[in-house]
């Protein structure tokens, strides 16, 4: 199977010469850390099966975010640490979209536009729950940043999810959506020009000197919002895929030759598969804009659900939850880790023999006609302890 470390092996160094010079550290760092994802220069463990037997070489992982081959144990984690913190009531599903006037402007200046759009989202959605007429109450949300659309152009966005209710000003009392109104979080079109508002006098404070595009009034900021019909777990899912995982997957990627890339996508106009070829470069240039510079986060907490807020919030849920006939609150169910499994015999669980160091002489161009080793994410010991390839 084709996968996005063949495709930066073959291309990456022209890459590199023609753009080195403009590339951002953190996509230096991303076109790196992929070819040697799983390779011997990231070092490894010798493991046997308890069953069978039988030694397997694991190569360990990477770990950049813009890495399609990672993130899986991450994000079953993250998912896991995000469900133990969701409140027992309805859930909404909103989304806010920046027009395309903005969104260069956004990629050039990524550090300050993107926490404006984060708070410009919320800020909006928080003044309308304020509002007595609607809810009167202080809410939450858990905000994540999406960037790609489906051929991996610069689209920004926020998915918001975001409790349908929220704490009363004396501090004590939870007040829910009425009845009538649950299946709106707030009048779209409200919140479309509260978001404007705000992202522009955000962005222009941050940005003093810097000229923005024009854009007609008349022009309406793309906000969603819907509640959630299968549970907030179901958009839990959802968002995280974007939080550890990358533009593009191995399983998209369809063929490559000198000059091109060709991958498969689904239009979200006509909801039909596609495939689309593009020049290597432009390929390469369109998947590491997704990557984000150093030190900025994908998700972020506003309102109830802030980490400030930890002791209100429990204190909500033991309040919310639902009880059972002897009065006792439900036992949530313990976490279970995935263990890597045998490829030999299928079963779960590999004993590890010893240390396998990182190949500093290592030439990634050479796995180009390597098949693809089984392979797992080092312990976090063994991980600190590396050598930095």
């Given amino acids: 199977m084709l996968r996005l470390a063949d495709v930066l092996r073959r291309h990456g160094p022209a890459y590199r010469a023609r753009f080195g010079a403009r590339l951002l550290p953190s996509h230096l760092r991303a076109l790196d850390d992929i070819t040697r994802c799983r390779t011997p220069a990231m070092g490894g463990h010798l493991a046997v099966c308890t069953q069978c037997d039988e030694q397997h070489l694991l190569f360990h992982s990477c770990r950049n975010r813009a890495c399609p081959q990672c993130g899986h144990d991450t994000t ?92 009363a000003p004396d501090g004590r009392t939870w ?23 705000r992202f522009l006098a955000l962005a222009r404070r941050a940005l003093p000197h810097v000229t923005f595009p024009t854009i007609p009034w008349s022009k309406a900021w793309v906000v969603y919002a819907k509640p959630v019909a299968h549970g907030a777990d179901q958009v839990l899912a959802y968002l995280g895929r974007y939080v550890h995982r990358t533009a593009m997957s191995d399983r998209a990627l369809l063929a490559m030759d000198e000059h091109t ?44 659900l802030h980490p400030n807020e930890r002791a209100t919030l429990r204190r909500l849920q033991l309040l919310l939850a639902p009880r059972t006939a002897d009065g006792d609150e439900p036992e949530p169910e313990a976490p279970t880790r995935a263990r890597t499994r045998c490829a030999h015999c299928g079963a779960a669980g590999l004993a590890m023999l010893r240390r396998i160091e990182p190949d500093l002489d290592f030439d990634a161009r050479r796995e180009l006609d390597r098949p693809a080793p089984q392979a797992r994410a080092p312990p976090e010991r063994a991980a600190r302890a590396s050598p930095a390839p």
């Fill in 76 to 167: 079953e984690r993250w998912l896991e640490r995000q469900r133990q913190l969701l409140l027992p009531v309805p859930y909404f599903h909103v989304v806010f979209t920046l027009p395309a006037e903005l969104r260069r402007l956004v990629r050039s200046h990524q550090r300050v536009l993107v926490g404006a759009l984060f708070r410009a989202a919320f800020d909006a959605v928080a003044a309308l729950a304020r509002d007595e007429h609607f809810l009167g109450a202080r809410i939450g949300a858990l905000a994540v940043l999406h960037t790609w659309t489906r051929t991996l152009e610069w689209h920004p966005h926020v998915h918001m999810l975001v409790p349908a209710g929220g704490l």
């Fill in 175 to 197: 007040r829910t959506l009425p009845r009538r109104k649950r299946r709106f979080l707030a009048p779209v079109r409200g919140l479309s020009k509260l978001f404007r508002g």
């Fill in 261 to 304: 890339v060709t991958f498969r996508y689904r239009d979200s106009r006509d909801h039909r598969h596609k495939v689309i070829t593009l020049p290597a470069a432009e390929m390469l240039r369109r998947f590491l804009q997704h990557v984000p510079p150093k030190g900025m986060h994908r998700v972020r907490a506003f309102g109830l």
